[in-house]
């Protein structure tokens, strides 16, 4: 019989990182809602949450490197919007954070969960933010939830 090991969704004694964009404010706030939700619906205290606002999604991966390196969170979750615009920066931007949040997750060892909505429109990153497509936010939480107890049980 092969072992099975999962993550449970539990946040108690747990510290979660929070990197978040102010860039498209609007939209980064709304996932920072669902994310304090989901964290604090799973047992994880206030004060065990650290969030770091950023000026721009880019900036997310060097901010999440710090938390990640610090040794003072279990999970780090990084959130903003890039919204597509009349230029290829939309997806400059998009691809380098997240190739940067991918890399951070694998060079500290910590569970960096990729909760950056990319979208073509502000409405499509509003849907994505809480209203017909759930809230990324949430599911980034989530996810770093379960990662961090996973981890815990590899270790």
């Known amino acids: 019989m092969s072992k099975v090991v999962e993550g449970n969704l539990r946040g108690d004694d747990l510290k979660f990182g929070i990197v978040i964009s102010r860039f498209n404010e609007f939209v980064s706030l709304r ?5 304090m939700d989901c964290l ?3 047992g994880t205290d206030d004060e065990d949450i650290t969030v770091a606002w950023v000026p721009g999604a880019f900036d997310i991966p060097s901010v999440a490197k710090k938390m990640g390196d610090s040794g003072k969170f279990d999970a780090v979750v990084c959130l903003g919007a890039v919204i597509r615009g009349a230029t290829s920066h939309f997806d400059l931007v998009a691809a380098e954070v997240a190739k940067g949040v991918a890399h951070v997750g694998m060079q500290t060892g910590v569970p960096t969960v990729f909760g950056v909505v990319t979208a073509d429109n502000l409405e499509q990153a ?3 933010a809480g209203s017909k497509s759930g809230n990324r936010g949430w599911d980034a939480a989530r996810a770093a939830l379960e990662l961090a107890d996973l981890y ?4």
């Open 31 to 35: 996932l920072r809602a669902g994310a």
């Open 40 to 42: 604090r619906r799973h």
């Open 126 to 128: 509003i849907e994505r």
């Open 152 to 155: 815990s049980k590899l270790d």
